[in-house]
């Protein structure tokens, strides 16, 4: 009879311990990222100071490349012992213009790259803001889910919290 007494034990224990856990998470939510990541006035505004700044690298690759086919044109015109002088010049203006090409990405790439984790760091903390404050105990990334309903989507509020400042 203890063995019963035993096993009985062990499935009142693990039923109770099965009950708390369903109950623990008893309210789940997610959030579309993509949908918030865009829609977020920090989003915008980068977005519009990242293609100035694109705009100001293109202008300026632009113009060294219009330097250095016209320093070809003229190149053209001399004869060969000029041309192979001034050879010289210009492997190095082209050479300029790849250094150029790469370090001005690469300052892109990086700038891009920070602000993307400031702006997650922020959804991220208005999700917690948001589900503490609603009693949330989960919330998912609508991207790794394969099924969801509407009635879960939080991502309007979150919205609302990142653009009224509210992080």
Known sequence: MSK?????????FSSALLLGSAQ?????????????FSEYSKTKAYDKTLSGKEKVYTDERDKKVEEIKSFQ????????KQREEKQGELQSKAKALRDYDQQKQAELRKEQEEKMKEIMKDIEEAVKKYSEK????????DRVLVYQTKGMDITSQIIDILNKGGK
């Open 4 to 12: 019963t007494a035993v096993v009985l034990g062990v499935v009142i």
């Open 73 to 80: 044109d003229k190149l053209n015109l001399l004869n060969d």
């Open 24 to 36: 623990a998470a008893d309210k789940l939510g997610y959030i579309d990222l993509s949908r918030t």
């Open 134 to 141: 609603e009693g949330y105990t989960v919330v998912f990334n």
